[in-house]
Every structure is written in structure tokens, then in C-alpha cells.
């Protein structure tokens, strides 16, 4: 029903900022939550933020809170993941995913139904 698209990933320094977009088509997203997680190598895929498919709530990772915002624009079927403050621990590939309606289990892999096809993040000392 939706397919998701990532951008925005890229080689940047320590401290430095990147923006990744999520951008579908098919259904709007408007009526979706929508999250995005991470995958470095070796490691499990983890969850790093989320927003409401109405209302606009988020939640966000311990490892990330303070530094990442996730915004939704509904107009453009686009969610945003602006990253601030990155540090190399940071470097992975980054998803977005979405479920329509339900929120309950929003940091939990196996709760979205859809996904897109990973952009690379790399952050350098």
C-alpha cells in the first residue's frame, strides 16, 4: 500500500548535521506511524525515532534523544529525520518504516509493515 524511498544519507565529520527524508507513494502517510531505525554492521537492527500517524507524537531512543528530530509533512508524504550533533557510533544504514494506524509497539521492528531500501550514514572522527 505504501513504498518508502530514503535520501539524504552521506559522509559527514563528527559534530557535524545531516537531514534524511522518507518520502512515499502509494497511500499518504498522513494516516501512518512512521519510524525509522538503523543498522550498522554486526549489530541488530535498532529503533531510533517514531512519529504518530495522528498527533504528531514522537519518541526517540536514549542514544539519540536531544540530538535527532523527526518531523512529518504530510502535504509532501515526506517524514524527515534531522540529525544534529552526530558522532561516529551514529554510522549505519538508516530505514524508514510504517504501519498504518495502531501506535502500541511503535519501537519494535516486527510492528511495521512496510519499509524502504536503507540509506548510508557515515559519520568520521
Known amino acids: 500500500q505504501v513504498q518508502l524511498v530514503e535520501s539524504g544519507g552521506g559522509l559527514v565529520q563528527a559534530g557535524g548535521s545531516l537531514r534524511l527524508s522518507c518520502a512515499a507513494s502509494?497511500?499518504?502517510?498522513?494516516?501512518?506511524?512512521v519510524g525509522w531505525f538503523r543498522q550498522a554492521p554486526r549489530k541488530d537492527r535498532e529503533f531510533v525515532a517514531t512519529?504518530?500517524?495522528?498527533?504528531?507524537?514522537?519518541h526517540y531512543a536514549d542514544s539519540v534523544k536531544g540530538r535527532f528530530t523527526i518531523s512529518r509533512d504530510n502535504a509532501k508524504n515526506t517524514v524527515y529525520l534531522q540529525m544534529n550533533s552526530l558522532k561516529p557510533e551514529d554510522t549505519a544504514v538508516y530505514y524508514c518504516?510504517?504501519?498504518?494506524?495502531?501506535?502500541?509497539?511503535?519501537?519494535?521492528?516486527?510492528?511495521?509493515?512496510?519499509w524502504g531500501q536503507g540509506t548510508q550514514v557515515t559519520v568520521s572522527s
Open positions: 502509494g497511500r499518504t502517510f498522513s494516516s501512518y506511524t
Open positions: 512519529i504518530s500517524w495522528i498527533g504528531g507524537i514522537t
Open positions: 518504516a510504517a504501519r498504518f494506524g495502531s501506535y502500541s509497539g511503535y519501537d519494535k521492528e516486527s510492528f511495521y509493515n512496510y
